[in-house]
């Protein structure tokens, strides 16, 4: 097959988040099988405008402001008749290319962005995107879609699509789930926090939520692993931690390696997860697989990762006060966090990228024959 991925960002980009890594494990797989994968993606500052990683063609043009609305521009001029299938990955406004694109295409979403734009946007751009998210989906009712997990599925079954077109493919997992958990080597009352540091992130939440947490745990500590999408927010965040007196509790540990980064959450007793919706919740897994349980909130997505009172425990969506009790009582049932602890393991082991990529593979091959 020759393929051809439409995203917002690839994995270089400095904004770079879950959804690159998704699509690099998708494409890489796809390649190392023989497939012919090109990624088009917009230009950042000191990048390439070709390059090869991993056998996958990376194509950029445009910004990542601009590239949505002249894909089109770039289809006409390089892409068309090129391709046995189009990707359009949408990340909150799409390529649109039901519009001029006349070979099979496939709809890719993470996400439903929707409660998202008021988090990440100022008002008016919030209500606007919010309303052109909604109507430019509209446009792929009847195309072939993937996304990442049950709630984005019903999400876009409420916005007039086809259940049938819709397939769920559960994110695969890299980070290999342990033989075997050492509770020792666990630093007592720590929590981590493991994510881009973006305002839908809700990262306040879980700093207030230590902060109550710290009434009855004096030496709890709360480790922030990732880089700010703006630095006026990490910003904020640090000056909450210093108003809150936290300053002994929270760390910020900034971008991480990845390795180093397992590390660090292995070390952890808890992953906290405050985000305001997620596509499935890469980060759940992946703590779990390093015997890792994680408390998030009720919402889109984390309801499909976090199986309440299995891999971890879902709390009522922005109620720091049953966030922080809740972590105070796995904090100090020592019984109840290794339980958690080992169902997390056996859950993280039915992901794996060769699983999901061969069902994409599928569903590739199922639309290019009109099956």
Not at 183 to 194: A, M
């Amino acid at each position: 097959m020759k393929i051809l991925m439409m995203s917002w960002k690839c994995i270089k980009h400095p904004w770079r988040g879950g959804a690159e890594f998704v699509t690099y494990e998708y494409l890489k797989r796809l390649s190392e099988k023989g497939h012919e994968c090109v990624w088009f993606t917009p230009k950042f500052k000191g990048c390439l405008e070709k390059e090869n990683i991993d056998g996958i063609e990376i194509i950029r043009d445009f910004n990542i402001y601009t590239i949505n609305f002249n894909a089109w521009r770039k289809y006409f001029s390089e892409f068309k008749g090129k391709f046995d299938v189009v990707i359009d990955q949408v990340n909150g406004i799409p390529f649109f290319t039901p519009l001029y694109i006349k070979e099979p295409k496939i709809l890719f979403i993470h996400h439903y962005e929707g409660v998202v734009w008021d988090y990440e946007m100022p008002f008016p751009l919030n209500k606007i995107g919010k309303f052109a998210e909604r109507n430019f989906l509209r446009l792929y009712k009847n195309i072939p879609t993937i996304c990442v997990s049950p709630s984005t599925k019903k999400d876009l079954i409420n916005l007039g699509f086809k259940e049938e077109n819709v397939h769920v493919i559960y994110n695969g997992c890299d980070v290999k789930p342990l033989e075997k958990i050492d509770f020792e080597e666990k630093e007592e009352s720590t929590i981590c926090f493991v994510s881009r540091l973006t305002p839908m992130k809700r990262v306040e939440h879980a700093i207030k939520a230590v902060y109550y947490v710290k009434k009855e745990i004096p030496d709890v500590k709360l480790w922030i692993l990732g880089s700010p999408k703006k630095e006026s927010y990490l910003y904020k965040l640090k000056n909450l931690v210093n108003k809150l007196g936290l300053e002994k509790n929270v760390k910020f540990f900034g971008f991480v390696p990845f390795e180093k980064r397992n590390e660090i959450i292995k070390k952890s007793q808890i992953l906290v997860v405050t985000s305001v919706k997620e596509g499935w919740g890469l980060n759940v897994i992946e703590a779990n697989a390093l015997g890792v349980p994680v408390i998030g909130y009720r919402v889109s997505g984390l309801v499909d990762s976090i199986k309440d009172g299995y891999n971890g425990l879902l709390v009522e969506d922005g109620n720091i006060e049953e966030l922080s009790k809740t972590l105070i009582k796995i904090l100090k049932d020592d019984d109840l966090r290794k339980k958690l602890s080992k169902n997390a393991v056996e859950w993280a082991k039915q992901f794996s990228w060769d699983k999901s990529a061969e069902e994409f593979e599928r569903v590739l091959e199922m639309v290019i024959n009109n099956e």
